[in-house]
């Protein structure tokens, strides 16, 4: 039976070349709102994080409606630390959106997420967008996303996918790149025309690929998945069974169906081949498990996730600020949000450390970890987090590490610093190529994953803001050697109390200071940098002494320069092995591990004895 009624489509690209805009239009022109209803931009990024950071984090389900056809849509990030979401979320498609911004072209992540769909033997439709953009080449754009087909081995039938050049944000589309559109009409009649339909038999045996999770307060574990084939009913009793795992099948029940439509999840009774499920009732259902009748409980083979690539620590918050500010701040409490975030996250991995209260964290990258750290402390929670580390593997009894493929857009100005840079990190450089005007260098490197850490901000500032840089996972290779990444040092408290101008005014020659006055601190907290290597012990809370001479007024004398403030990701880029960062829902706070002076000086004196 072929359920020439329904569409599946996932809409995959590189980061920030409009997949989130383009699907807004679609669900406006696609009838979900009414026509004077006022909505949001990017309506698909719900989650706060993903608002704030204009970008797209978790892959979403949607639906729209054209010429009696429903055409279920998901959102798929574009950063190659959630690339997990997108591999998953593939197999509940039949075909794909390519969308390639229409002057940068095929980039970094739209190599990644198009492999992995032409694995799956996805049909492409293939869409230009941005073609508004001053320097759009219409022209060139769809031949190299030809000449990426051809490099990914793409079959006869997917080198000849249809192109398409629209401008997501005014919700227009057209055959060809001289005329704009009128709509988005030929994009969804090319969807209908090409995307094959879903295929199965009804009266069959159920078979439910799991390839999201979802949780509610009420019902508790939500799976989503694809009907492959058979069918299922509300009340009905299922099988839940794993594929890689071989677990002994267990029963269960459907105790609430929902389809989507639109942003909505609606309630049905039934639903058959082909349909995009919400189901609960299956407590610990899982991504992976495949939802069968009790008759025939044969599972279905799950995407093979990308392995992670780098590793933090996570412990409880020891610091003398412990438990100030977060709800949730013991051991039992962190360990169950970890393994909690393991349901959901298929890229992540948590096991237990090398101390009682503390968890080893894997993730696809910094962002990919840092995320997760935001979410966290946003939910109440206090912990500490070392400096990442990335994974290294043994292969043929050689240590292996994980090489990045850099994909570099600068301004030529910047250009010869930033291969310098990048060169004394040990990247090996792959392409150099000015863009049509000259004005700007495009630049590739391979460089180990180890040796960007902490490069992004140096690159920004390096850059004036002006350069892009773009990285991926490419492979692992033999370790390249030992390399120095820190040059600077830190500016350490000395005593615990509350900074004062006079302090600061004092410390601030030693360095860049972190904090401004009247704030507290703790003895071993980081309170600022220090341009040379080594810490330096400070005192920002260094009271004036006051005499009939001297007045606590004169203080207003005192120029304080404005203390730089570290986001997250800036924080775990610049601590170093000995160093910790505290998050907290309201703070966060770079410490040493050891907060004591005399004990973390005889911890560095025999570690030095240690080496020799």
Do not use: W
Not at 128 to 140: F, G, S
Not at 347 to 376: A, P
């Amino acid at each position: 039976m072929v359920r020439k009624d329904l569409r599946n489509i996932a809409i995959i690209a590189h980061v920030d070349h409009g997949k989130t805009t383009l699907v807004d239009e679609m669900l406006k022109q696609g009838g979900i709102f009414r026509e004077n209803q006022v909505t949001e931009d990017r309506v698909m990024d719900s989650n706060a994080l993903e608002r704030e950071r204009g970008i797209t984090i978790l892959a979403k389900n949607t639906a729209i409606h054209y010429e009696d056809v429903k055409i279920n849509v998901v959102d798929t990030p574009g950063h190659a630390d959630f690339g997990g979401e997108v591999e998953r979320i593939l197999k509940m498609v039949n075909g794909v959106i390519l969308l390639v911004d229409s002057a940068e072209g095929p980039m970094p992540q739209t190599r990644f997420v198009l492999q992995k769909a032409l694995e799956l033997n996805h049909r492409v439709i293939v869409v230009v967008n941005k073609i508004d953009k001053p320097d759009a080449r219409l022209d060139e754009v769809p031949d190299e996303v030809l000449e990426l087909l051809i490099d990914l081995d793409a079959n006869d039938e997917q080198l000849e996918s249809p192109v398409l050049f629209c401008s997501g944000r005014d919700g227009t589309a057209s055959l060809t790149p001289y005329e704009k559109g009128e709509d988005l009409q030929p994009l969804f009649r090319t969807i209908l025309d090409y995307i094959p339909a879903p295929e199965g038999e009804p009266e069959e045996e159920l078979q439910l690929l799991v390839s999201s999770i979802d949780y509610n307060e009420y019902v508790g574990r939500i799976g989503i998945g694809r009907i492959e084939r058979g069918t299922v009913k509300v009340n009905q009793e299922v099988c839940i069974t794993n594929y890689h795992t071989g677990a002994a099948p267990k029963k269960t029940r459907i105790v609430s169906l929902y389809q989507i439509d639109g942003l909505n999840r609606v309630p049905v009774e039934i639903a058959s081949v082909g349909d995009i499920v919400c189901f609960s009732g299956a407590e610990n259902i899982t991504i992976g498990d495949t939802v069968t009748s009790v008759l025939c409980p044969e599972p279905l083979e799950f995407v093979k996730v990308s392995e992670p690539t780098m590793e933090m620590t996570f412990s409880v918050n020891d610091s003398p600020f412990a438990g100030k500010e977060g709800k949730f701040v013991t051991t039992r409490q962190l360990r169950d949000r970890l393994y909690k975030e393991l349901q959901k996250d298929v890229s992540l991995r948590v096991e237990d450390g090398d101390t009682t209260d503390s968890f080893k964290v894997c993730g696809r990258g910094e962002m990919h970890l840092s995320i997760l750290i935001e979410n966290m402390r946003r939910e109440g929670y206090e912990m500490s987090c070392s400096t990442p580390k990335v994974l290294f593997k043994e292969i043929d009894g050689e240590r292996h590490e994980p090489i990045e493929l850099v994909y570099i857009d600068v301004p030529n100005e910047y250009s010869g610093s930033v291969i310098e840079e990048l060169s004394r990190r040990k990247g090996e450089l792959l392409a150099m190529n000015p863009n049509a005007a000259g004005t700007r260098m495009k630049i590739e490197y391979k460089i180990p994953t180890r040796c960007l850490l902490g490069y992004r901000s140096m690159f920004m500032t390096m850059t004036r803001g002006e350069g892009i840089m773009n990285t991926v996972f490419d492979s692992y290779e033999p370790f390249r050697g030992e390399i120095q990444l820190r040059f600077t040092g830190s500016l350490v408290a000395s005593d615990a109390g509350e900074t004062t101008s006079y302090g600061l005014y004092n410390t601030q020659e030693r360095g860049n200071m972190f904090l401004g006055p009247a704030t507290k601190v703790y003895e071993g907290q980081i309170v600022g940098m220090n341009p040379k290597q080594g810490d330096i012990v400070v005192n920002p809370c260094k009271q004036k002494h006051l005499t009939a001479i001297r007045s606590s007024g004169a203080d207003e004398k005192l120029i304080l320069v404005p203390p730089i403030i570290f986001s997250l990701e800036e924080a775990i880029e610049f601590i170093s092995d000995d160093e910790l960062i505290e998050v907290t829902p309201k703070s966060i706070r770079l410490r040493k591990r050891i907060l004591d002076k005399d004990a973390r000086l005889k911890a560095e004196a025999k570690a030095r004895r240690g080496q020799n």
